[in-house]
């Protein structure tokens, strides 16, 4: 039954296979022999399949986990440098049809307040969001054909295109809305966005009929198939992503594993970025509710497997999670994290209470800090924040990207384009002690530019943005 290359929702998520894998891995998780085989495997860095990567979640020996954490910091540095890459999410709208028993969107919830952004709001917020600093937004609505229809997401990514404010600019625009039709995805593929990304909530096929009892996203095959249709519509780029808390921990790994196994295996390239969002505080939803919520030291082992699993898949924390959670999960595989997040509509513009901003919000936010805090404090742990979005805007998606992640290239690409785009937000939104630590970061990091042609480019682009000049790349 179970078959990576079907385009059957229930035959490249088998549950038959998952239940198969999980037994293997319980009764494996003491295999000394058979663990330390996966892990020579996994220091090959080129990735490990499901069922590998599923003992080495259930590995239950002390010294092991050690060397799995290692090996993850590892991987990590040798894909990704310490470049940590910013975006921060905007809410569009929350209307929404879906009756999601965790999210406070649900259209049963009547005391949320609703609302839909004009495209003279969304102009607001994105000129808020370029103050700050931010060039790449993750845009999120809820599914409601009425109030958010396609061509409103269409019409509202041109708006934030548009937007130019000072020296601010929004150079990559992700994409988190319900799934789609092929002839939707190929008009938001049109429409120059980054990442599509969609969240699989939960890969049992029962708990997702249960957690999703009515709307469109009930239909576990067209959610689950969604990908495909995005890809088949052009996009490259996918992100995806399971809620933690709603299934066991243990299932939605295997399945997740499997989907990126089914993407590679169809498509020719894996996900691009795999999100770990854990279900949060919200409106009318209380976390307590669901019973498989994972504890820190579970779900920094999912974030360094994951890591070992799928080397060349960046992957996402949000501010659901704290600042000692995320400090922690950076050094275990964490390529992208957002940073001054609202997750409210409307939350950016300063002419609203933060009272009334939070009233619409999705859920609680747990890290607070300003981004500027956020720069200064991934500087001060020695990671160089990167607002850089060169590669989907010089072509490089998809396997194009994977190429160069896999030929371990990021130095001489990603990391030039870091320093960059480090420069300018130093310049022209940084305040003057985080200015101070940025300028020694660049001056260090320069150093580690292993091409001397790209090397010195990027000291002359440095040069030329702080005489004025903006938006190079390599
Ligand atoms: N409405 C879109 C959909 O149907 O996929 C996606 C947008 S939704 C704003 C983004 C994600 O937030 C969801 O996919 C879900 O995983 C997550 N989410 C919903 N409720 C949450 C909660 N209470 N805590 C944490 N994350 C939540």
Redesign the pocket.
């Known amino acids: 039954m179970y078959n990576p290359k079907s385009l059957k929702a229930e035959e490249f998520i088998s549950d038959e296979e998952i239940n198969t894998t999980l037994k293997y891995a319980e009764e494996n998780k003491n295999n000394v022999e058979l663990i330390d085989k996966i892990l020579n495997k996994a220091r090959e860095e080129k990735g490990l399949d499901y069922k590998e990567a599923s003992v080495l979640l259930a590995c239950d020996i002390k010294e092991k986990n050690d060397e799995i954490f290692e090996l993850a910091n590892k991987i990590k540095n040798d894909f990704y440098g310490n470049r940590i890459v910013l975006f921060a999410p905007l809410?569009l709208s929350n209307y929404?049809v879906?009756g999601?028993l965790?999210?406070?969107?649900h259209y049963q919830n009547k005391h949320i307040p609703r609302k839909k952004m004009t495209q003279e709001e969304i102009k607001r917020e994105v000129i808020a969001l370029q103050d700050m600093g931010h060039k790449r937004l993750a845009i999120?609505?809820?599914?409601d054909p009425v109030n958010n229809p396609l061509e409103y997401i269409l019409d509202s990514i041109k708006t934030i295109y548009s937007i130019q404010h000072k020296n601010g600019a929004i150079r990559r625009v992700n994409v988190?809305?319900?799934?789609t039709t092929v002839e939707n995805y190929k008009k938001l593929h049109e429409a120059g966005i980054g990442t599509y990304i969609?969240?699989q909530?939960t890969y049992h096929k029962e708990s997702y009929e249960k957690l999703h009892p009515t709307g469109p996203?009930h239909n576990y095959a067209w959610h689950t198939e969604a990908m495909d249709r995005a890809m088949e519509g052009g996009i490259d780029d996918v992100g995806l992503?399971v809620?933690f808390g709603l299934e066991r921990y243990k299932y939605e790994f295997t399945a997740l594993l499997m989907h990126a196994q089914h993407l590679e295996a169809v498509h020719g390239v894996g996900p691009h970025t795999i999100s770990v969002?854990?279900?949060?505080?919200?409106d009318d939803?209380d976390?307590n509710a669901f019973d498989n919520s994972i504890s820190d030291e579970i779900f920094y082992k999912i974030i360094a497997c994951i890591r070992i699993a799928v080397p060349y898949t960046g992957m996402i924390i949000s501010t659901?999670e704290s600042k000692e959670v995320r400090e922690k999960a950076l050094n275990l595989g964490i390529s992208q994290i957002s940073g001054g997040s609202k997750t409210s509509v409307g939350g950016y513009d300063k002419s609203i209470s933060d009272e009334e901003a939070e009233e619409s919000a999705?859920?609680d936010v747990s890290d607070r800090r300003t981004l500027d805090e956020i720069i200064k404090w991934l500087m001060e742990n020695n990671f160089v924040p990167s607002f850089c979005t060169a590669c989907y805007r010089e072509g490089r998606t998809g396997d194009r990207f994977m190429q160069i992640c896999k030929e371990k290239q990021i130095s001489n690409c990603c990391h030039p384009n870091a320093l960059i785009t480090l420069k300018e937000y130093l310049e022209d939104y940084a305040k003057n002690d985080t200015k101070e630590i940025g300028h020694k970061i660049i001056e260090k990091e320069l150093q580690n530019i292993e091409n001397e042609t790209v090397r010195q480019k990027t000291a002359t682009y440095i040069k030329e943005i702080e005489k004025g000049d903006r938006d190079f790349r390599f």
């Open positions: 809410y929404c879906n999601c965790y999210c406070p969107y999120e609505a809820g599914e988190n809305i319900a799934a969609l969240f909530e996203k992503g809620l969002p854990r279900i949060k505080k919200a939803i976390p659901r999705q859920f």
